[in-house]
C-alpha cells in the first residue's frame, strides 16, 4: 500500500511541476527565459535545471507577486518533498 502511495505521489508531482512550468512560461515568460526555458523533459543542460531548483527551493518564485505561481511552487514542492520521503520509507521498509 505505501508503495502505491509512493508511486500516486510521484505521478502527482510531476503533473504539478507540468503545470507550474507551463504556467511560469506563459505568465512570466521573461522569468522562464532567464530560467534558460526549462522543460519537465529534455533539458539536456545541468545549469538550467540547478537555476530551476534554486528558483523554487529558494522560494524565490513569491518575489513575483503572483498567487497562482506562489501556490503551484509550494505545491510542488510539498509534493516531490513529501513524495521523497515516502519512497525512503518503502525502501526502508523493504
Known amino acids: 500500500m505505501l ?48 537555476d530551476l531548483l534554486r528558483f523554487f527551493y529558494r522560494f524565490e518564485f513569491i518575489k513575483l507577486g503572483d498567487f497562482t505561481l506562489s501556490v503551484l511552487g509550494v505545491a510542488c514542492i510539498g509534493t516531490s518533498i513529501f513524495a521523497f520521503a515516502v519512497f525512503i520509507l518503502c525502501v526502508a521498509i523493504s
Do not use: C
Not at 8 to 28: D, G, N, P, Q, V
Open 3 to 50: 508503495q502505491i502511495t509512493a508511486w500516486t505521489l510521484t505521478i502527482l508531482a510531476f503533473f504539478i511541476s507540468w503545470m507550474l512550468l507551463r504556467y511560469l512560461r506563459k505568465e512570466h515568460p521573461k522569468t522562464w527565459v532567464q530560467l534558460g526555458s526549462p522543460s519537465l523533459f529534455g533539458s539536456d543542460q545541468p545549469y538550467v535545471n540547478t
